[in-house]
């Protein structure tokens, strides 16, 4: 072989591998687009299909390629909007960096970021990541911040738009000796202790965002939908879907304000820490050496 092909053959393996293309139609122009992870199962699947039923570009999140085609078709046989499915494993600051590297190259426009995927306290075992997180923190917070964080100049550019936080009326105050619960774990506390921490982080970016045209809102959606983590539990159904459907989705369509914790439908109120600036300033700190963000 000439030596110029060689070096063009050497130069190409060197070469990162280039993203794969998604499956799904691109949105049209003026089309409203808005990520929902967490959408291959329980509220999220329901808001993506209410919201691509609306006409929106949906860009669905999950695990599991599988069930994200399944959703993907639901939408296209409906007829109305559109939608594309992307994996990730947010168990992993790598991963959730490649899926935001993803969203970025093949989106010019986000108005809408719906931070819902989530795990539920089973199975109880405490787990960690490979980076050393406990997992119930790293999937339902860390994870959150550091794709909301990366997505946010996309945000900004399609204002006005709006972050909406799937969080929990389940809180458990985050304790700065052990963030990571090595002591004492329960898979309720870790759970309570993610989803505070998520508002937490709504209260700071909101204050952060003011007068910028993206709004940041969290809610508990409803209590006891027969969810995949709740059917899991074993614990019997308080709620709809449809309940916290509605509410998620009076978040993504309504200019309901910032900065604030709704409680289903109407304004709530959190955990007594949420309100803590100390303790924000802490998590804020905390959370950006274990994102390795700033
Ligand atoms: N159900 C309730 O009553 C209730 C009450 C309050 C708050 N919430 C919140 O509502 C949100 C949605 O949960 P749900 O009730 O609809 O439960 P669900 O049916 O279990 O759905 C959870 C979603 O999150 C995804 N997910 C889980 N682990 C993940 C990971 N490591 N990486 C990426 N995605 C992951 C799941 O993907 P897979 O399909 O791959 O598992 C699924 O799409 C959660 O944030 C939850 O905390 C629920």
Same mark, same amino acid.
């Given at each position: 072989?000439?030596?110029?092909? @060689? ?7 060197? #070469? &990162? ?7 799904? *139609? #691109? ?41 994200? *085609? ?15 499915? %992307? ?10 960096? =490649?899926? #935001? ?51 946010? &100049? ?30 004492? %774990?329960?898979? =309720? ?50 709620? !709809? ?24 439908? !109407? ?7 949420? %309100?803590?600036? #100390? ?6 700190? @905390? ?8």
């Amino acid at each position: 072989m000439h030596f110029s092909a @060689v070096l063009l053959v050497g130069l190409a393996l060197l #070469a &990162p591998a280039p993203l794969p293309a998604q499956a799904g *139609a #691109a949105p049209q122009p003026g089309q409203r687009v808005i990520l929902v992870t967490g959408a291959t199962s329980g509220l999220g699947r329901e808001v993506a299909i209410r919201l691509a039923a609306g006409g929106a570009h949906v860009i669905l999140h999950g695990r599991d390629a599988k069930r994200g *085609a399944e959703v993907l078709r639901e939408i296209e046989q409906a007829g109305k909007g559109s939608a594309r499915f %992307y994996a990730a494993d947010f168990a992993s600051n790598a991963e959730v960096r =490649g899926f #935001a590297e993803r969203i970025l190259r093949d989106y010019d426009r986000l108005h809408v970021l719906v931070n819902n995927a989530g795990i539920g306290s089973v199975p109880p075992e405490r787990e960690v990541t490979a980076e050393g997180h406990e997992l119930r923190f790293q999937v339902n917070y860390l994870s959150t911040v550091l794709l909301t964080r990366l997505l946010l &100049p996309r945000l900004l550019a399609s204002s006005p738009a709006r972050v909406v936080n799937v969080s929990s009326l389940s809180a458990s105050p985050v304790d700065f000796d052990d963030v990571m619960i090595a002591k004492n %774990y329960t898979s =309720g506390r870790a759970y309570g202790q993610s989803k505070l921490a998520q508002v937490m982080f709504t209260f700071d970016l909101a204050a952060e965002l003011e007068g910028k045209g993206v709004t940041v809102n969290a809610l508990h959606p409803a209590t006891l939908m027969p969810t995949g983590m709740v059917l899991r539990s074993g614990r019997p159904p308080r709620s !709809t879907i449809d309940d916290g459907a509605r509410a998620v989705l009076q978040l993504v369509n309504e200019d309901m304000g910032t900065g604030r914790f709704f409680n289903s439908l !109407t304004e709530g109120r959190a955990h007594a820490q949420a %309100y803590d600036v #100390a303790a924000r300033d802490r998590l804020k700190r @905390v959370t950006e050496e274990l994102i390795g963000l700033r």
